[in-house]
């Protein structure tokens, strides 16, 4: 495999996710966006994605057969059901890239044919402006040439490390999720509403709403409140 690559990229599931990755690989010009193919079974979302001339189906199986390098961008509880679904399309000649949280690479292999390649990435929201940082680790048949292209490709959305799987979990913790914790340059160009950014991270009973609410058990936003409301009182008896 080339590691400078003009290869066809799919996401199966067109979220929050891979709409962020492919945001931050097409800003580039390096990737063209008809290289690139991304299925969910609603339309509801693929709108934005066609915005960005990317191909869109709602096949997923159509998405294996059209690319080489295959993101999945489902929530982790759909991982199973969806690899069903396409590992009889899966070739060697197939990179199979999760991103799903605590989804393990030996699970991952497990539900694949046995001569997949796999890597498992933890990406973050900030990708979409180029800010993200990104970890991933090599499954037992990823080499370091699939490493390298995985790494080329992502360049773009921030800064890429790879690393043992046993990091991915803590930096989802501090990455993935830590977006809802604090993130200035997303909030002010993607110009979300900051609950609508937090909500973007978070999935119902995932890492990043196990964060938030200790955060609130912390009192973390009241906290900030007085903070602003003592000083803005500290000022008015002061002026
Ligand atoms: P999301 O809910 O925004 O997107 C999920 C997408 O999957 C939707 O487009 C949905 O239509 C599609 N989908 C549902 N069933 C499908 C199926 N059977 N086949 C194909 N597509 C299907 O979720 P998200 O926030 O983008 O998260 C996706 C993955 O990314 C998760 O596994 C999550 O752990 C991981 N992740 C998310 C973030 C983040 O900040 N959002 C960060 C790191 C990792």
Redesign the pocket.
């Known amino acids: 495999m080339d590691s400078k690559p003009d290869l066809n990229i799919g996401f199966?599931?067109?979220?929050?996710?891979?709409?962020?990755i492919t945001k931050g690989i097409l800003c580039s010009g390096e990737v063209q966006p008809r290289k690139v193919m991304v299925?969910?079974?609603?339309s509801?979302?693929l709108g934005r994605f066609q915005e960005l001339g990317v191909a869109v189906t709602h096949s997923?199986t159509e998405v294996v057969t059209a690319s080489r390098l295959v993101f999945l961008?489902?929530?982790?509880h759909?991982?199973p059901?969806?690899l069903a679904?396409i590992a009889p399309s899966v070739t060697r000649e197939h990179v199979i890239i999760s991103?799903?949280?605590?989804?393990t690479i030996a699970t991952l292999e497990e539900l694949l044919p046995p001569e997949s390649v796999v890597l498992r990435l933890?990406?973050?929201?900030p990708c979409m402006v180029q800010e993200g940082a990104l970890l991933f680790s090599l499954g037992s048949r990823a080499g370091p040439q699939e490493g390298a292209v995985l790494k080329a490709l992502l360049a773009p959305c921030g800064l890429v490390e790879e690393g043992p799987e046993v990091w991915i979990d803590t930096h989802?913790g501090l990455s993935?999720s830590g977006?809802a914790f604090g993130a200035g340059r997303l909030l002010r160009d993607s110009g979300r509403h900051p609950a609508q950014l937090r909500s973007?991270?978070c999935?119902p009973g995932?890492t990043?709403i196990y964060g938030l609410h200790a955060l609130e058990l912390g009192g973390l936003r009241a906290a900030a409140m007085g903070a602003v409301e003592a000083a803005t009182e500290r000022a008015r008896e002061m002026g």
Not at 122 to 125: A, D, R, T, Y
């Open positions: 199966i599931g067109a979220g929050n996710m891979a709409f962020g299925s969910a079974p609603s509801n979302n997923n961008a489902v929530k982790p759909l991982i059901r969806v679904e991103v799903a949280a605590g989804v933890m990406p973050n929201l989802t993935g977006v973007d991270v999935t995932g990043t």
